[in-house]
């Protein structure tokens, strides 16, 4: 899937869209890395309960990577993400 229809279905509310989407961001994968792009389309995703993107926002989180470094929301992130196996 290339990174315009992955807009397209992210600005729809595709979560697993916006996850992948937030990977392209955070790695500079096809598209100009902007860790700010990414965290925003992990939060979006996650708060739908899509359990990559909450485990990689809780990454981000744990590690302090373009975000505020925080391990109580992390360790909410991986909670909900183990929740769902």
Do not use: W
Not at 1 to 27: F, S
Request: proline share 1%; hydrophobic share 40%.
């Amino acid at each position: 899937m290339d990174v315009i229809e992955l807009r397209r279905m992210a600005d729809q509310g595709d979560a697993d869209a916006q996850n992948m989407l937030g990977r392209c961001y955070y790695g500079g994968h096809n598209v100009p890395q902007d860790y700010a792009k990414a965290v925003d389309l992990f939060r979006r995703a996650a708060d739908q309960g899509d359990a990559d993107a909450q485990l990689a926002l809780g990454l981000r989180h744990y590690r302090g990577e373009c975000t505020s470094q925080d391990d109580a929301e992390a360790a909410v992130l991986f909670r909900r993400a183990a929740d769902q196996g």
